[in-house]
């Protein structure tokens, strides 16, 4: 289930893209969801993620992800109309409770609580695409240049993870064998016998780090300059979509200096669409944004822009 | 000249007093491929650090004497120069990746190298395809399998195109189909592409014949030196186990070459027997050999496992219908290739997972329901690696730890065991500071410490030399002659056929043969013993060296006598 939350190479043209273009474009997205106030343009950053996240497979870990997301989406939606006292439009006059006061459940509090939560929404849905789209490592590769050795040392953390938790859970098992229980007895028992499972598992990967140390010292790791090796390629489509988001960017930033996207919600909540400004900013905006999602579908669909891209 | 010259090479590694290497003297040509054996601690792996110039740039020590590298003194050599000449792939496969995914493995060393952008892809793609590893160019390097990460990281090394290729025991961690694979890689990459290659092995079985001159180390210097068939017959009259069987076998023979493969073995043995085997004349005696199983049949059972099923979550079917039932005081072997399920099946028997349907009964309990815990104070199980067991500060700690956990009173058992084992000497010793074998050692007193009924072992044999092996199938002879049960998993066939008295061979989930281990490894052209390889056909059911001496000895010596001497005089 968990394999589900992270990245897997499954061939789709979403994957395909440049790590660079695809950092632009989900920045691009997260300026954009922090910048919109306007529940209607959140919205609408929402369906445009869900697209892209069909459009990579990733319906099954967006669920996960979405799980947690409308669970906190609740509460904030639960908890903003207990504090905040600015909505004109109250909808229930409650009792006083200690410290909050008068609880008077304006609907203007639940408005703005539930906008909070689809800006929360976008911002998971980010980030679950961004588990989806992209390989970490090429991302890492990135900042081979400029940070080397961090880069190493957390590409050599991240594939040490998964073998030293078949190690932990060899040895528990090894241990269980010896008689150990780890479900068994106090707070301070059962941490100690965790120490000694841990003890084992640090005694066996300071061993193994001289090992691996001794392989890269072979492989003539600290011999001078290093160079750095990069598979990812430039193609049109990744130009498209930079472009795209820087442009999607503007167009953002000029529609917010007209007021677009802006929304006000106390003392009273305003109109989703104001005039046809609202909807003509939203939809330059999402189109710019949607062109991964256009070149996804000339791709599968149209063989000359396949050639092209 | 040669291209490698050791003068004079005496070693110490810091804090030690006892030389790893001492004046060692060797020269190595262009080209050739050596092969370099002895037991544990006999210095192999040093030799193979200091031809890398690991050693004592990495370790540290007191080197005396000199190592040239084409004529010029190897610490003078700057370390990039020499990783471009001189490539290095070590035993352990999961020790030596660093990179999360194949590509960026295979271009570490390059980036090392600080070699530019276009000649590194043009490395790397040469590499791919000569490994074959195009499918998993883009997989996470911790989810290969282990053969696949030792030719990843042969990979790795070969991209650096290196003209020596030092391999210290690739195979040691890897089945035996896996291990084939890196071999004839060696052996190609030696005869096709000129590689000079350094390789030190303990699976000699399979790779004495590939070489052009083998090494034999003995506590830190070289014991012999020489081709394959010239030095088998001195160790074999020395006494030393570092011959595989076939070639051991020959050497007792008064013979002016020894056969050293399965196929020269057959190929000298064929007309003794041709006459004889047509008429049906030669028939190995079983029966006395079946008569140990006969008697297991009155015992009571151990292990019962009844139409055992299992499938993993989201995965295939492991365990299909299995049925197997192991009698006290039985030593099983269970041979299968990777994936065929036989540690899932081990993990029934010792309770750490439950069956989808079936039956699991283990010392009379139920563990299918019930768990491990019902049984494992009688149980004793050793993991693959037994670095898993040891974190105690001394080995009578170790033991006592076990007997701790389970309540026992009486420690006077430890005196046994450690006597048992020949650990008496090690007893305030930090288990860590042992070597392998000796690690093994406490590891197995450690669980045995208990007495307990039944011992269950996961590949004990990886990485052990020969007489690691024999010593440890020995203390496992000797445990069923107690009475304990013994279940062993392994890839190793040689094991299997001296040591077992029954073998179960699993394919894709299921048991495809149970028996007595002459009837199963004699019936088997690919699950054979070396020994049993040659013999097939000629008397079938041979599967050990004693057994060859036994039968086929004293059929062909008397000849064999006359003709070399007719031979020689002529």
């Known amino acids: 289930m968990f394999d589900k939350l992270f990245y897997q190479e499954k061939g789709f043209f979403l994957q395909s893209f440049h790590p660079a273009a695809v950092l632009v474009y989900l920045c691009v997205f997260l300026v954009l969801s922090l910048l919109y106030e306007n529940p209607l343009y959140l919205l609408a950053l929402l369906f445009l993620l869900a697209f892209l996240i069909r459009g990579v497979d990733g319906m099954e870990a967006w669920e996960g992800f979405l799980k947690a997301g409308v669970f906190l989406m609740l509460m904030v939606m639960i908890i903003n109309p207990l504090v905040i006292r600015s909505g004109a439009t109250i909808i229930w006059h409650g009792p006083a409770v200690p410290y909050l006061g008068k609880l008077n459940i304006s609907m203007e509090a639940m408005y703005y609580g539930a906008a909070s ?93 001289m090992e691996i140390a001794e392989s890269m010292q072979a492989r003539a790791f600290g011999s001078g300059k290093r160079s750095v090796y990069s598979r990812n390629m430039l193609r049109p489509r990744d130009i498209i979509c930079t472009g795209g988001s820087f442009l999607a960017l503007s167009a953002a930033i000029w529609g917010l200096r007209y007021g677009c996207g802006l929304y006000t919600f106390y003392p009273e909540a305003d109109f989703l669409i104001k005039d046809s400004t609202t909807l003509i900013a939203l939809s330059v905006v999402l189109f710019y944004l949607s062109m991964p999602l256009i070149l996804n579908e000339g791709w599968n669909y149209c063989r000359f822009l396949k050639s092209k891209i | 000249m040669p291209l490698f010259k050791v003068e004079n090479l005496t070693y110490y590694y810091p804090e030690t007093e006892k030389a790893a290497l001492r004046n060692l003297n060797l020269e190595i040509e262009e080209g050739e491929f050596i092969l370099v054996a002895g037991g544990s601690g006999s210095g192999k792996s040093s030799l193979a650090r200091v031809l890398a110039g690991l050693i004592p740039d990495f370790y540290g020590g007191k080197v005396g004497g000199k190592v040239l590298f084409n004529d010029k003194d190897i610490r003078t050599i700057d370390r990039r120069k020499l990783a471009r000449e001189v490539g290095l792939v070590f035993q352990d496969p999961e020790k030596q990746i660093v990179q999360t995914y194949v590509e960026a493995e295979i271009a570490f060393g390059l980036e090392n190298l600080g070699l530019c ?120 009259i020395r006494d030393m186990p570092f011959v595989p069987p076939v070639a051991r076998f020959f050497a007792g023979l008064d013979l002016p070459s020894v056969p050293i493969t399965v196929k020269e073995g057959r190929k000298f043995l064929g007309p003794y027997f041709k006459e004889k085997y047509s008429t049906g004349e030669i028939q190995c005696d079983l029966g006395c050999k079946n008569l140990q199983t006969a008697n297991l049949t009155e015992q009571k059972s151990v292990v019962s496992l009844q139409k055992l099923w299992f499938a993993y ?41 439950k069956p989808g349907r079936g039956r699991v009964q283990v010392l009379g309990k139920d563990v299918s329901r019930n768990g491990f815990k019902e049984i494992r104070r009688f149980t004793a199980y050793l993991s693959q690696n037994p670095n898993d067991y040891l974190f105690q500060d001394t080995v009578e700690d170790e033991l006592l730890f076990t007997l701790k956990n389970f309540d026992i009173k009486d420690v006077s058992v430890i005196d046994e065991i450690l006597e048992r084992f020949h650990l008496a000497d090690c007893r305030k010793t930090n288990p860590r500071e042992l070597s392998s074998g000796e690690r093994q050692r406490v590891a197995l007193a450690s669980v045995l410490v208990t007495r307990p009924k039944l011992i269950i072992l996961d590949e004990p044999t990886r990485g052990v030399d020969f007489l690691l092996k024999a010593e440890l199938g020995e203390i496992l002879q000797k445990e069923t002659e107690r009475g304990s049960t013994v279940i062993v998993v392994t890839h190793d066939v040689e094991f299997a056929a001296e040591f077992a008295v029954r073998v179960v061979m699993m394919f894709l989930g299921r048991i495809v043969s149970d028996g007595e281990k002459h009837n199963v490894l004699g019936k088997s052209v ?37 003709s070399h001497r007719a031979r020689m005089r002529a």
């Open chain 2, 313 to 353: 979550p989201g995965g295939q079917e492991v365990l299909k219908d299995v049925n197997l039932d192991i009698k006290e005081g039985e030593f099983v072997v269970i041979l299968g290739e990777n994936g065929a399920g036989k540690s899932t099946m081990l993990k029934h028997i010792t309770g750490m997972l």
């Open chain 2, 526 to 562: 690919f699950y054979s013993p070396q020994i049993g390889k040659m013999c097939r056909g000629f008397c079938e059911g041979v599967l050990t060296l004693a057994e060859a001496k036994d039968k086929i000895f004293p059929l062909i010596h008397g000849k064999t006598s006359t």
């Open chain 2, 117 to 236: 952008p276009e000649e590194m892809l043009r490395r790397i793609a040469e590499v791919i395809s000569f490994m074959n590893l195009a499918p998993i160019s883009e997989a996470f390097t911790a989810n290969l399998s282990g053969g696949q990460k030792q030719k990843l990281a042969l990979a790795s090394v070969l991209a650096m195109q290196p003209r020596v290729l030092v391999l210290d025991e690739p195979t040691s961690q890897l089945d035996p189909v896996s291990a084939e694979e890196i071999l004839n890689l060696a052996k190609r990459l030696n005869e096709e592409m000129g590689f000079t290659v350094i390789m030190i092995e303990q699976r000699l079985e399979r790779c004495f014949q590939l070489a052009d001159r083998v090494l034999l180390m003995e506590k830190g210097e070289i014991a012999y030196d020489g081709r394959a068939q010239e030095i088998a017959r001195d160790v074999v």
């Open chain 1, 117 to 209: 939560g689809i800006r929360l929404l976008v911002l998971i849905s980010i980030f679950c695409l961004y588990n989806q789209m992209i390989n970490p490592d090429r991302v890492l590769k990135l900042f081979s240049r400029v940070a080397g050795k961090s880069v190493l040392m957390i590409a050599l953390s991240t594939r040490m993870f998964p073998t030293m938790v078949r190690d932990l859970k060899r040895i528990k098992e090894v241990q269980q064998f010896r008689g150990v229980d780890f479900d068994e007895g106090s707070l301070w028992e059962k941490a100690r016998k965790y120490s000694c499972l841990y003890n084992v598992l640090l005694l066996s990967s300071l061993e193994g780090s």
